[in-house]
């Protein structure tokens, strides 16, 4: 029987450009793995091109991101960032763009759909159906998941947005979820099939991130050499909880006002979200603890610098409410830094408790105060978790996120063509 093969992905990233930095405004995970998951698809010869919205109007109508990776730009309204509660109302302009585009070329340009996020769901919804095409969906993160862990001053993702991932999943041919329990949470929540749903690792790059000295690291990025250094890399909203580790630092000092001449947080992103509306929220509470002396704010950072802040640390805090992986876990880990996370949705699995970092339950200041103060106090079980990190870290390469999204993108295939499907070699 004739095998058809894997030859050419259509990407959908509607409301964040993989061109963008990490770390600000909507560009976070979901970027790291759009870019790093293509790279290596390309190297499989599946060749990728990666749908976006335009964001600036001087911008190329495509860029070749490696050979093998092109990014598309969509216009679809305005040339600047949209609040992503604005972006379903130009779903109809970056449908049409995607469409157009592959109107130009023979039928059948594209094998398969791969979109990201429930709004670029909708758009290769309907993609799938006008190119015959099986529809592969990742939705990074699910809003009722969200809306089960708020946090405090955050707002409910609206309903919209829920009956929008409900219609996604159930058109979608394949789901891909980041861990078994982001896909358990898909048929608990969603009703996915579970025939449906596919668990795909994220993963790591392993020649940035890799265990450097932390005193080299230190000089370059003007550390002193015997600080205590925790640091929180993301976006600044109410979602990353990055008040977890104020709060928590600010008990550390009560306890021991010694501890404040070499005390160091280091935060290295931008405000996102709904941290747009208040983005002095850090400085502000840092102030009013009394810790403002302790603090270091950081723009987002490219992934060499990152890489350095990382090093550089004693360990690194993710205290998110919901996380459906945690690149950043990984990155610290594959650093040789442990982690100390929430232990929520996919950090479960990005961190090995007792092994490469410590999973805390809850986000009371009082308990994170606690394990950070080990960290402080006990160097040689750092060193033991250190080790454990950089192993840990090391089973997550992106060449085995690829050929396990090839191996999801040829089972969907055959399964709308009821034939076999090879995966270029």
């Not at 159906?129 to 990074?140: A, D, I, N, Q, Y």
């Amino acid at each position: 029987m004739r095998r058809r093969r894997v030859n050419r992905v259509a990407t959908i990233s509607m409301h964040t450009s993989p061109l963008d930095q990490p770390g600000t405004g909507d560009a976070g995970g979901m970027n790291v793995y759009i870019v790093e998951a293509a790279k290596r698809l390309a190297e499989l010869n599946v060749e990728v091109e990666i749908f976006t919205r335009q964001t600036a109007r001087g911008l190329p109508p495509s860029v070749e991101l490696v050979p093998g990776v092109t990014v598309r730009h969509v216009t679809a309204g305005p040339y600047e960032e949209l609040d992503k509660g604005d972006l379903p109302g130009q779903l109809c302009a970056f449908l049409s763009g995607v469409l157009r585009t592959e109107a130009t070329y023979d039928p059948g340009r594209y094998d398969v759909i791969h979109s990201h996020y429930w709004l670029s769901g909708q758009v290769g919804w309907l993609a799938k159906e006008r190119w015959g095409v099986p529809l592969v969906h990742t939705m990074h993160t699910m809003a009722k998941v969200k809306n089960l862990l708020l946090a405090d001053d955050d707002r409910p993702e609206p309903t919209a947005r829920v009956l929008g991932e409900e219609q996604v999943v159930e058109i979608a041919d394949r789901l891909v979820a980041n861990t078994a329990a982001e896909a358990q949470e898909l048929i608990d929540l969603y009703g996915a099939p579970p025939g449906k749903v596919a668990v795909v690792n994220p993963g790591v790059n392993l020649s940035v991130f890799q265990p450097a000295s932390q005193g080299a690291a230190r000089h370059r990025l003007d550390l002193p050499q015997d600080a205590h250094v925790l640091l929180f890399v993301g976006r600044i909203q109410p979602l990353k909880a990055p008040d977890v580790l104020l709060r928590a630092a600010a008990r550390m000092l009560i306890e021991d006002p010694a501890l404040r001449s070499r005390l160091i947080l280091a935060f290295v992103g931008g405000p996102s979200g709904n941290g747009l509306s208040r983005p002095s929220l850090l400085a502000d509470l840092a102030e009013s603890l009394g810790i403002s002396d302790v603090v270091r704010l950081v723009p987002p950072a490219p992934q060499d610098e990152l890489a350095d802040w990382y090093r550089a640390a004693d360990v690194t805090v993710v205290p998110s409410h919901s996380e459906s992986f945690g690149l950043v876990a990984l990155e610290s880990q594959a650093c040789g830094t442990p982690v100390v996370a929430a232990a929520v949705g996919g950090l479960r699995t990005a961190v090995r408790g007792g092994v490469s970092g410590v999973l805390v339950d809850g986000h009371d200041p009082d308990d994170w105060a606690r394990v950070l103060t080990r960290f402080v106090r006990s160097p040689d079980w750092v060193a033991t978790l250190s080790a454990g990190a950089v192993g840990h870290a090391a089973a997550f390469g992106w060449s085995a996120t690829a050929s396990r999204l090839a191996e999801v993108y040829a089972g969907a295939m055959a399964h709308l063509h009821h034939m076999p499907v090879a995966v270029n070699s």
